[in-house]
C-alpha cells in the first residue's frame, strides 16, 4: 500500500500509515469496533513508551541521575494513569456488541499484548540498577527505609518505583471492572474462567522487596514493642464514652400542599 503524505506534519508522523490501520467501516463487525481497536491500539503505544521510559530510569540509576531518574518515573506514573482512564472509554461498550467483536477477534487475548508483557518485564531489569546504587551509597534497603530523611533522594526513587507497581495494579483492577462490566463474573473465556485468571495477576508484585521491606521494617517495630504487636491498644488510649441515646431522627419537612387548579 503507498501512503502519500500532503504536509510536513503528516509526514513527520506517518499520519495515513497510522490511519489505515484500523478498519474501513465497512469491515467492522459494529460501529463500536472502531472504539475498540483505537483504545487498544493506543494502548501499545503508551506501553511502548513506558518500557522505553523504564530503561531510561535503569540507565539514569546506573549513572547516578537520580533527580532525572525520578522526574522519568513521574512521566512513567501519569501514562499509566492514562492508560487505566483509557478503559473508561470502553465502559459505553455494549455486551452485544463486544460479542460481536469478539467473534472476529479469533483467539486474541490481552494476555498477548507485547506492551503489558514488557510493562511486566522491565522492572526486573531495573531494579538491579537501584540495588547497585544502594551498594555504591553503602546502605541496605532496611536502612534506607528506617531513616528516610538520611538518604532523601535514594528514598524517593524507592516510592517512586513502588508507585510504578501501585498504579500498574490500579490499572488491573479497572480493567477487571470493565471485564466483569462487559462479560459478567462468570463467563469462562479462552483460557479458563477469566475472573480467578485476572484476580491472581492483582496479587502480582513488580518490586517485591520494596514490599517486602514493609514487613520487615514492621517485624522489627513490632519485636520492638511487643504490647503494640497486632495494633492492639497499649491503654494510652482511652476508649471512647459510650454516647448518650441518639436523638431521635429529625423528619423531613412536609412539602407544601398544591392547590388543585
Ligand atoms: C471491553 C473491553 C475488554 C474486555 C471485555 C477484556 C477482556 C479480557 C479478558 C477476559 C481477559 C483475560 C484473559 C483472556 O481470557 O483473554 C483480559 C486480559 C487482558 N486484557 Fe483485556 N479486555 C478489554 C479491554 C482491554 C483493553 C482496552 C486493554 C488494553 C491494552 C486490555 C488488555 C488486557 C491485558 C494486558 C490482559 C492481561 C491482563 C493480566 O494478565 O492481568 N484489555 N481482557
Not at 503508551?46 to 531518574?69: C, I, P, T
Not at 487505566?84 to 465502559?91: A, K, M, R
Not at 522491565?122 to 528506617?146: M, N, Q, S, W
Not at 513488580?206 to 504487636?229: C, I, M, N, T
Amino acid at each position: 500500500m503507498s501512503f502519500s503524505p500532503t504536509t510536513d506534519y503528516e509526514l513527520y508522523l506517518r499520519v495515513p500509515e497510522l490511519l489505515s490501520l484500523q478498519k474501513s467501516p465497512s469491515e467492522r463487525a459494529c460501529p463500536d469496533e472502531l472504539l475498540f481497536q483505537v483504545v487498544h491500539q493506543a494502548a501499545e503505544l503508551w506501553m511502548k513508551l513506558v518500557d522505553h521510559e523504564m530503561q531510561q530510569v535503569g540507565a539514569r540509576l546506573s549513572a547516578d541521575q537520580l533527580a532525572d531518574a525520578l522526574k522519568t518515573l513521574r512521566r512513567i506514573h501519569s501514562v499509566l494513569a492514562l492508560l487505566g482512564q483509557s478503559l473508561e472509554t470502553l465502559y459505553s461498550l455494549t455486551p452485544a456488541d463486544y460479542m460481536r467483536i469478539r467473534e472476529v477477534l479469533g483467539r486474541g487475548s490481552g494476555q498477548e499484548s507485547p506492551g503489558f508483557k514488557r510493562m511486566m518485564a522491565v522492572p526486573g531489569e531495573v531494579y538491579p540498577h537501584f540495588e547497585a546504587l544502594l551498594d555504591r551509597r553503602k546502605v541496605t534497603l532496611i536502612e534506607l527505609y528506617r531513616q528516610p530523611s538520611l538518604h532523601a533522594d535514594l528514598f524517593q526513587v524507592a516510592e517512586a518505583l513502588v508507585d510504578y507497581d501501585l498504579r500498574l495494579q490500579e490499572w488491573r483492577n479497572r480493567h477487571i471492572l470493565l471485564v466483569y462490566r462487559t462479560i459478567g463474573v462468570g463467563t469462562p473465556s479462552l483460557k479458563g474462567k477469566h475472573s480467578e485468571l485476572l484476580e491472581r495477576g492483582l496479587r502480582q508484585q513488580f518490586f517485591p522487596k520494596l514490599w517486602q521491606v514493609r514487613d520487615d521494617l514492621y517485624g522489627e517495630w513490632s519485636a520492638a514493642h511487643p504490647s503494640g504487636a497486632g495494633y492492639a491498644l497499649t491503654g494510652t488510649v482511652q476508649p471512647e464514652p459510650e454516647s448518650p441515646a441518639a436523638p431521635p431522627p429529625a423528619r423531613a419537612p412536609k412539602p407544601p400542599k398544591r392547590r388543585a387548579k
